[in-house]
């Protein structure tokens, strides 16, 4: 593998309903590029993934929200699904840990509608982002630059519309997290 995350902590943040398949194939190139990853949730336990048109199955949570700090990790997967996000969105205590990633120079990858809890965060003004195409006009109000592409990077941020574009995906977020931190934007 090019690009090798040995020693690299990754936070994986999901609530019930994430896009299963934009958690299960980024991690597991996560995994083969020697990165630690760990599952972070606001659910005990266990969460649980939607496969396209029905739920999915559960993945083991390996730190609850409430007990994870940015400081043990280096960069942030947000995967999307309609459901994960927009619960995520009304969770405070994410909201502050998704900000602190990019106040840190963090990197973070986002995918389909994962873009919805960054809104929330207040970390895409002045950005050039992609998402699944109906949060266009929800990131272009937050002050983001929508493009459509498959796969967009923006100063540590990686964003794709869709499962389609896991590939392109994976290889960007591998880049990056590999890059490690860059410098903070300001709006």
């Known amino acids: 593998m090019a690009s090798t995350l040995q020693g690299k902590s990754i936070a994986i943040l999901v609530a019930n309903g994430f896009e299963q398949v934009e958690l299960t194939e980024p991690r597991q190139m996560l995994d083969e590029a020697g990165a630690a990853t760990y599952v972070v949730s606001p659910a005990d336990g266990k969460v649980k993934g939607w496969k396209f048109t029905d739920w999915g199955e559960e993945v083991a949570v390996d730190v609850s929200l409430g007990e994870a700090r940015p400081e043990h990790y280096d960069a942030l997967l947000l995967p999307g699904g309609v459901m994960n996000p927009d619960a995520l969105r009304t969770q405070p205590r994410a909201l502050e840990l998704v900000k602190a990633f990019f106040d840190a120079g963090k990197p973070v990858a986002v995918i389909c509608h994962g873009p ?72």
Do not use: Y
């Open 116 to 187: 919805w809890t960054l809104i929330d965060a207040g970390v895409v003004r002045g950005r050039r982002i992609t998402s699944w195409p109906s949060l266009e006009t929800d990131l272009q109000n937050a002050g983001a630059h929508w493009v459509d592409a498959e796969v967009v990077v923006d100063r540590g941020l990686v964003s794709s519309r869709k499962p389609d574009d896991i590939p392109a995906f994976c290889r960007k977020m591998l880049e990056e997290f590999a890059e490690s931190r860059h410098k903070r934007a300001t709006a």
